[in-house]
């Protein structure tokens, strides 16, 4: 059994063996199981939705979906793997993925990343900067919207069951239908 590390770095990260999914959160990786059929329906749908507006719109963003790894505070402690992640700075792209918080990130929530997903990553995004995060919920049917557009002191997420048109904060032209995805 090999021991475990007080703390995991960048370097740790990129040893990872081919097809080994993980996330390096504060020093500690975390293992990824697969998704589930639901999981993916939910992520290429939100994905479809947003290149084809960006698209459109003729914008420079730039949406990608995991696995695609994003280094939130370009130091050598978070590495993470959003479901969904829309970048639009083109100088926070790198040949390994994104260096800095992405503008809007989406989790769909898994069994296994209920707590990640709810608890650590919503502080985590937070404080690199993301300017929009969503937890998509399949087993409770509603997504979770936080704005990171005001004082984080005065926070608080907003809630949506899946049939209701979710505007999509980083642009005022787009809403999305969870249960229409479906």
Request: charged share 25%; aromatic share 10%.
């Amino acid at each position: 059994m090999p021991l475990l590390k007080e703390r995991y770095t960048s370097k740790d990260y990129w040893a990872l063996p081919e097809g080994c999914r993980s996330e390096l959160i504060d020093g500690q990786l975390y293992d990824m199981a697969p998704p589930s059929r639901i999981h993916q329906e939910i992520v290429s749908g939100i994905l479809y939705l947003l290149k084809k507006h960006i698209e459109s719109k003729k914008g420079g963003c730039k949406v990608y979906p995991a696995p695609f790894a994003v280094n939130l505070d370009a130091d050598d402690k978070n590495w993470v793997e959003p479901d969904i992640s829309v970048i639009c700075d083109p100088d926070k792209l790198t040949d390994r993925g994104c260096s800095g918080a992405p503008d809007f990130i989406v989790e769909v929530v898994s069994p296994g990343s209920r707590r990640m997903d709810y608890a650590h990553k919503v502080s985590l995004y937070l404080e690199s900067g993301v300017r929009e995060y969503w937890i998509v919920d399949p087993l409770k049917k509603c997504t979770t919207v936080y704005l990171n557009e005001q004082d984080p002191s005065e926070f608080a997420p907003i809630i949506f069951p899946f049939e209701s048109n979710i505007k999509v904060g980083i642009y005022a032209d787009l809403s999305i239908n969870i249960s229409q995805l479906l």
